[in-house]
């Protein structure tokens, strides 16, 4: 029951996190300081302050298509806690109650792919240093993503009324932990006292703790018995690494480096300044790079030119970390005979989920703001991660001591979501999906992100004076601390 309880927990309560929080009601804000910089590193070139202090930033969600839990919300922190069963919808009859302690998963069908992402980033200590038109950081950022895509055959209602059969079109499973150590610089080009071009860059130095990786081309499958299967021909590729798993049960987990690598954003904004007015649009591309995965990894690529019956009884019992090299070593002597043929190297490259962010605004220094951001998944390489693409409209309203901003977006250019977000002086809390908080219902998605910041407060408020190369006047003082 314990075991039970934690999955619910992992699927359902806002601790857990999917690449579907983007953190729009924090990262434009005019007082983001260096957390702006991880949309577009230019925009450090907006902010009006001489440095800014993030002291801890989490980003966090978890979202799918394929299955939810009924009658359910985020949040219900003592329900989930109290449950003491979980079941199958198909497995209950319609007027079946399953009682108040229970919890009823269904499937969703569709006719296109299934995606699945869970997120969770931690950007720790970091720091942005104004100097005229200069700007210099530094950021410190943990990473966890996992997402993937497969087919619709696959949902749990088309797979039965299939009989098994599925069609496999090209598929992947991604999944990733590493640490980020970043260096950000922008610089802002003047054109007279209302006109600027801002670049920026940020270069991360990675280190990888973990990584798995399938990716497989079309093939097609029967099930003919409960553990056996007809496959077609077809090949995949399985990556992974198991240093940080420990080699049994009396092995302790232990966080260790398992490959490195590099990282950079780069961006640019055009900044108008109006006497009542200002607005900017800009352009970036973020999170190039990867992360070669040297110690502990293996690279597998398997191949099957006819057809053949799979059981699948010797893969469905696991102890430990080292059965996954077992596993794989057992389907390449199924497949060849030799239970090293599949095993082509002994480390394996992850990319970035290499992205492109196009935005625009229309704000005021202090009242009404409006902006528009679009971001479209770059997938430059075969084994790397994705991020969803999305559209999204972000009304909000800014003074000093508060804000507060309401995006608009179409995830996936299929979905609508409605978030809100809140600063109230130092502290910052928001979502960019609403509904799962509020509404209860089918669940299958929820958020959340959070900042805490320092930056001087100035008396004389006047956002943009770096963007016009520190020509403006800085209020000077220390009324108190804010994000």
């Keep these: ?20 929080q983007e953190a729009l009601g924090l990262r434009l804000q005019q007082f983001s300081g260096i957390n702006c910089t991880i949309l577009n590193p230019a925009l450090g070139g907006l902010y009006p302050k001489k440095w800014d202090i993030n002291l801890v ?4 969600s978890i979202s799918n298509n394929y299955a939810f839990f009924e009658k359910s919300k985020a949040g219900e922190f003592n329900r989930y806690n109290s449950v003491q069963n979980l079941y199958s919808r198909p497995d209950l009859g319609n007027d079946q109650n399953p009682g108040a302690n229970s919890l009823v998963v269904d499937y969703y069908t569709r006719k296109n792919s299934f995606y699945g992402n869970v997120c969770a980033t931690v950007l720790g200590p970091s720091f942005l240093l104004r100097f005229g038109q200069h700007g210099i950081g530094f950021t410190t950022r943990l990473r966890l993503e996992t997402e993937t895509t497969f087919p619709s055959d696959l949902g749990y209602y088309t797979y039965n009324t299939n009989r ?3 069609n496999m079109t090209p598929s992947h499973f991604s999944s990733m932990a590493w640490r980020e150590l970043g260096l950000h610089y922008d610089y802002a080009i003047s054109s007279g006292d209302d006109r600027s071009l801002i670049l920026g860059v940020n270069l991360r130095y990675l280190q990888g703790y973990e990584a798995l990786s399938v990716f497989n081309k079309t093939f097609s499958y029967q ?11 077809g090949e995949a590729t399985l990556m992974f690494t198991t240093g940080n798993l420990g080699a049994n ?6 966080a260790k480096i398992q490959g490195s690598g590099l990282g950079l954003d780069i961006g640019a904004i055009y900044s108008y300044r109006g006497e009542r007015w200002n607005c900017n649009v800009g352009v970036s591309l973020n999170d190039l790079g990867n992360i070669v995965f040297r110690n502990n990894g293996q690279m597998h690529h398997f191949s099957n030119d006819s057809t053949l019956i799979f059981n699948t009884a010797p893969y469905t019992n696991w102890t430990d970390a080292a059965d996954v090299t077992n596993k794989a070593a057992n389907l390449s ?3 060849s005979g030799d239970p090293r043929t599949s095993l082509v190297d002994s480390s394996f490259t992850m990319g970035l989920p290499a992205h492109l962010v196009v935005h625009g605004g229309l704000y005021k220094d202090s009242g009404w703001r409006m902006f528009f951001v679009v971001q479209q998944s770059l997938p430059l ?17 800014e003074n000093n001591w508060i804000g507060a901003y309401a995006p608009l977006t179409v995830y996936r250019w299929q979905l609508i979501r409605v978030g809100a977000a809140i600063r109230l002086a130092f502290l910052t809390i928001g979502t960019d999906n609403l509904i799962p908080w509020m509404v209860r219902g089918k669940l299958s998605e929820a958020g959340f992100y959070a900042a805490i910041k320092l930056s001087p407060w100035p008396k004389n408020m006047s956002t943009g004076d770096n963007a016009k190369g520190g020509k403006g006047k800085r209020g000077k003082g220390m009324d108190c601390y804010s994000f």
């Design 57 to 60: 930033e989490t980003v966090n």
């Design 223 to 233: 099930q003919i018995r409960p553990d056996s299967f007809e496959v077609s021909s």
């Design 333 to 335: 002597n199924l497949l």
């Design 381 to 397: 390489k075969g084994n790397q991660l994705h991020k969803a693409s999305y559209a999204s409209i972000v009304p909000g309203w």
């Design 249 to 254: 049960a009396n092995t302790p987990y232990e």
């Design 1 to 20: 029951m314990k075991v039970l309880k934690v999955l619910i927990l992992f699927l359902a309560v806002f601790t857990q996190t999917g690449m579907a």
């Design 164 to 166: 098994g059969k599925v």
